[in-house]
């Protein structure tokens, strides 16, 4: 076989290779891309690293802010400073609630009449938990545990840190009728 790049005559180890060796080949998409004609035939476009200012080549179909994974670290590590921008990352990640957390809020509100925060972490001595559902006038975090995601967590460290700063825990158990189990456990508490 002849290298595309070289035009020097080599031995195929894989059925597509078109090249004698990795430089080659790397020879090549530099060259491509100076043509704009590598792959499809996009465009690559020069732009500007937001953090370090050095210039970088780009397709025009996705534009990068960053040059490199370590200057997108060092811009995210800049923006954490900020406490919106944090909470509003914290937001996102956390508070996906699954329907039978839907549920057990819904109950919680609109058939026992309990003011609920969902969005709220409770600070401990530890660290900052966040509660399936709370109500802040009784002091109780409600936790729907599900069998899949809980099958290996040993919530018994949350329990007793929440349980020193004065929050009583209540777990529904996945399979649990949740009305009856919170009707249950708060009959014992009120």
Known sequence: MICQECNQLFVQRKENQRFCSYNCSNKYVVRM??????????????????????KFEVRSSKIPKYCSLKCFGLDLKEKWKD???????LMKRKYRISKPQKEMIKILKDKLGLIIQVEKGLKTNIKIYYPDAFSPNLQIDFEYDGKYWHQFKNDLERDLSLNDIGIQVIHIQEGEDIENSLVMNLEGIL
């Not at 891309?33 to 050095?54: A, D, E, M, P, Q």
């Open 33 to 54: 891309r100076s043509k704009n004609r590598l792959g499809t035939g996009k465009r690559f476009l020069i732009n500007i690293c937001k953090v370090c200012g050095k």
């Open 83 to 89: 406490e919106s921008f944090r909470s509003s990352r």
